[in-house]
Each structure stands twice: as C-alpha cells, then as structure tokens.
C-alpha cells in the first residue's frame, strides 16, 4: 500500500497512512515521512505496535536522539526513550506524569535544541489528554512588517527553571513529582527570536512561554512586555492544532517552528502511558541564515 498524507487542520498537522514502524521503512518511505513533517509540521500515525527498540530504530530515521535531561524517568535499559506516565507502581510513578501542560518546545534550553520528538501512545485516557500545538511560522508571517523587523534583531535567552519557577503550585505537573534540582542543572542559552526552518527557507518564532525568560538586547520592561505579547499572539486559535489521542497513536513533530502543550482534564483514575524519544537539532540559525 503506497503511504498517503491527509491533512488534518489549516494551521498544521498531518495522518500519514500505509505505514507500519514496526519493520524498517525502505529509504524511499522514509523520505516519505520525513518530507510530510516537514510541510505539516505535526504527522499522526495511527493503530502502532512498537517495542522501545521498534520506535528507537523510527525515531532515527530524522536523526541522532537526545537523552533528556530528566534522568529519573528514562526506560530502564532504552535511555533514549522518556516514559510520560501517571502510573504508579506502589508508590513511586512509573514516569513523569502530566508532563508539558505549559506552552513549551521540547529542549529549547539546550545549545543543540530537539529537532523532533516522537511520542507513542501505549495506555491514554480516550477523550481525555489532548495535545495541543501551534504553527510558529505561520505566527511569524501574520506579524506586521515592523513587528517582524524588531523580532528578526532579537536573541531570546531561555532557561530550563524558569518552567518549574513559574508554575510551581499552579499545574499538576509539578505537585504530582517535580523537584527544583533537576532544573537547575541546566545552563540557560541563547537562541534567535526569529529562526530559518532548514527544509523549508521559512522563518518563524522561536519562542516558549515554558523557557523563554528575555531577550539580550531589552531591558526587563520591554522584554516582558514582547513575553506577554507573543504569549497571546502565538496561541491564536487559527495557529492551533489539537489531537484526540488513541490508544497505539504514533505522534511526530518538528520542534523547530512548533510549541505544545498538553490539556490535563484526567486524573491518577485515568491511566496514560508513553515513550518519548527526541531528536537533535542543529544549532539555531537566525533570521538572516541563507535557505
């Protein structure tokens, strides 16, 4: 069955069909795959058995994977895949539960920030637990002429605490099992506000309410003013893409010109269990990168 790609929102994302990750995709599928991420920014393969080494084996078709920084709740013996889980086994969770339920995209706090992640469904909640994401290239181009001039001249510096410092108290997240010290081992950095997509030529924003705390070259009034700016100007409804997930769904997105978030409206009585594993990215090029 030759593989087919079905839009699935205006803004972003994408079902591919015809394919089966459980058996080494043949190059020319491959580029397939690859080639549907990144004209829609977000692909769901559906109806997936994968083991962790099956899903590694896909993942690496967009490249080396990241060991997130999140040590604790790595697969025993699969390092490369973080398990985002509110399961339990006696007391102690099998994984991170309720993670990303801010607006972030995945290791921007790196120096080499994710390129993708690729997140497997194996136990979700139906009906509850979607995810969220935006297109920020689409968000850039919808900026005014000048408010693209003043973006394309700024570095954003983001900072893996500042999620936990911000909503500390407020999100599930945290108070279902986080703790200060495993954000604090990460040395913020600084990326372009505005970078070129490289498989497209296209800009977009490259900004997160979860790591995004300033900017280099405004003080801390401007900077939070453009911070509430593009908070609200990113998350329009016509960027947005949301997924109803299923049980066995494969997702794949391109972090590079995305952010998400998940929408926590389930509890510890409704079981979700997942792999993720993350692709590295190249360094950030900036607005003025040639395609």
């Given at each position: 069955?030759?593989?087919?790609?079905?839009?699935l929102?205006?803004?972003?994302?994408?079902?591919?069909r015809g394919?089966?990750?459980?058996r080494?995709?043949?190059?020319?599928a491959?580029?397939?795959?690859?080639?549907a991420?990144?004209?829609?920014?977000?692909?769901?393969?559906?109806?997936?058995r994968?083991?962790?080494?099956?899903?590694?084996?896909?993942?690496?078709?967009?490249?080396?994977?990241?060991?997130h920084v999140?040590?604790?709740?790595?697969?025993a013996?699969?390092?490369?895949?973080?398990?985002?889980?509110?399961k339990?086994?006696?007391?102690?969770?099998?994984?991170?539960?309720?993670?990303?339920?801010?607006?972030?995209?995945?290791?921007?706090?790196l120096?080499?920030?994710?390129?993708?992640?690729?997140?497997?469904?194996?136990?979700?909640?139906?009906?509850?637990?979607?995810t969220?994401?935006?297109?920020?290239a689409a968000?850039?181009?919808?900026?005014?002429?000048?408010?693209?001039?003043?973006?394309?001249g700024?570095t954003?510096?983001?900072?893996?605490?500042?999620?936990?410092r911000?909503?500390l108290?407020?999100?599930?997240?945290?108070?279902?099992g986080a703790?200060?010290g495993?954000?604090?081992?990460?040395?913020?950095?600084?990326?372009p506000?505005?970078?070129?997509?490289?498989?497209?030529?296209?800009?977009?924003?490259?900004?997160?309410p979860?790591?995004?705390?300033?900017f280099?070259?405004?003080?801390?009034?401007e900077?939070d003013?453009?911070?509430?700016?593009?908070?609200?100007?990113?998350?329009?409804?016509?960027?947005?893409?949301?997924?109803?997930?299923q049980?066995?769904?494969?997702?794949?997105?391109?972090?590079?010109?995305?952010?998400?978030?998940?929408?926590?409206?389930?509890?510890?009585d409704?079981?979700?269990y997942m792999?993720r594993?993350?692709?590295?990215?190249?360094?950030?090029?900036?607005?003025?990168?040639?395609?």
């Amino acid at each position: 069955m030759a593989i087919q790609v079905h839009r699935l929102a205006t803004a972003l994302g994408a079902e591919v069909r015809g394919v089966d990750l459980s058996r080494p995709l043949a190059e020319d599928a491959a580029e397939t795959v690859r080639r549907a991420l990144w004209n829609h920014a977000v692909i769901v393969i559906r109806d997936q058995r994968l083991t962790p080494e099956q899903q590694i084996a896909f993942s690496r078709i967009f490249g080396p994977l990241e060991r997130h920084v999140l040590a604790d709740n790595l697969l025993a013996g699969h390092p490369d895949i973080l398990v985002l889980s509110n399961k339990k086994a006696g007391e102690k969770r099998l994984g991170r539960a309720y993670a990303g339920e801010y607006w972030h995209s995945d290791s921007s706090y790196l120096a080499r920030p994710a390129l993708g992640s690729v997140l497997y469904g194996i136990e979700v909640p139906v009906g509850f637990g979607d995810t969220q994401w935006v297109n920020l290239a689409a968000a850039y181009a919808a900026l005014s002429p000048a408010m693209q001039l003043l973006c394309d001249g700024l570095t954003g510096l983001h900072e893996f605490q500042n999620a936990y410092r911000s909503y500390l108290g407020v999100l599930r997240e945290f108070s279902a099992g986080a703790y200060e010290g495993e954000y604090t081992r990460v040395v913020p950095v600084a990326h372009p506000l505005v970078r070129r997509h490289l498989p497209t030529g296209r800009k977009s924003l490259y900004y997160n309410p979860g790591f995004t705390v300033g900017f280099e070259e405004l003080n801390a009034a401007e900077g939070d003013a453009l911070l509430r700016f593009l908070a609200d100007h990113c998350t329009r409804p016509e960027f947005t893409f949301r997924h109803h997930w299923q049980q066995r769904d494969v997702v794949v997105w391109d972090n590079r010109r995305t952010m998400h978030r998940l929408v926590v409206d389930f509890d510890d009585d409704q079981p979700r269990y997942m792999h993720r594993t993350t692709v590295v990215g190249e360094v950030p090029e900036g607005a003025n990168a040639t395609a």
